[in-house]
């Protein structure tokens, strides 16, 4: 049983496209994040979501819009990809705002705009 | 905002060998977490410190949390292949509803 899916695993695109990827939990988690992960490694938040509401977005474009049309579902959708937008994207899902527990993080989604 | 740095960023051992990654926050912590990352693979949760000083032990691996609760420490005795990765310090101050990552220092194990 996958704790935390993500879909696609792999996404080329072209520039200008838009595009969305899917997460999913199944561990009855309340808070569901995003995570862009670059070529260096580094892990910068993007979103999270407690109970259905935004409650942190650390500045990112725009063009990136979380949708959550459940407690168990966060999808990030990408409008007008730009180049710089290549990255690994992570979905990950922790108990209350992860204060007391680790964030469980899924499998990954590399995203690749040509 | 509240920054996380880790060092080293990359560390190449023997087999057998010792490893330490060390991790500093420029505010006060409330708590810390440790992921580690395979190569090709995502974060996967470690380990949680909370009380000053406190240190915590899984197997081969000891975690530290500083006395001031702005540094932290893992060091990992006799290295084996499968550590190989990328570790990741994550803090959160008692300002922050979310959890600061490290740049993370990343192990390579020769055997």
């Known amino acids: 049983d996958t704790a935390v899916s993500q879909t696609p695993k792999y996404l080329v695109t072209q520039m200008g496209n838009d595009k969305s990827i899917k997460c999913e939990q199944n561990l009855g988690h309340d808070t569901m994040y995003w995570y862009k992960q670059d070529s260096k490694k580094f892990l910068k938040i993007m979103f999270s979501y407690n109970n259905k509401e935004l409650i942190i977005n650390e500045t990112v474009p725009n063009r990136f819009s979380p949708k959550s049309p459940d407690k168990a579902h966060l999808n990030l959708h990408i409008n007008s990809l730009e180049l710089g937008d290549s990255a690994v994207y992570f979905c990950?899902?922790?108990?209350?705002?992860?204060?007391?527990?680790?964030?469980?993080f899924g499998s990954g989604t590399r995203l690749t705009v040509v | 905002g509240q920054q996380v740095m880790q060092i080293p960023q990359y560390q190449h051992v023997q087999e057998g060998e010792d490893f330490t990654t060390y991790c500093n926050s420029s505010t006060t912590l409330s708590n810390i977490q440790w992921y580690k990352q395979r190569p090709g693979g995502h974060p996967v949760f470690l380990i949680q410190?909370?009380?000053?000083?406190e240190v915590k032990k899984q197997k081969r691996l000891t975690f530290q949390f500083g006395e001031a609760k702005k540094n932290s420490s893992l060091h990992i005795t006799a290295t084996q292949t499968t550590d190989v990765g990328t570790y990741f310090c994550?803090?959160?101050?008692?300002?922050?509803?979310?959890?600061?990552f490290g740049p993370g220092t990343r192990l390579s194990v020769l055997p």
């Open positions: 410190l909370v009380k000053s000083g």
């Open positions: 994550a803090g959160r101050d008692n300002y922050g509803q979310n959890f600061v």
């Open positions: 990950a899902s922790s108990r209350s705002g992860g204060t007391n527990y680790g964030y469980t």
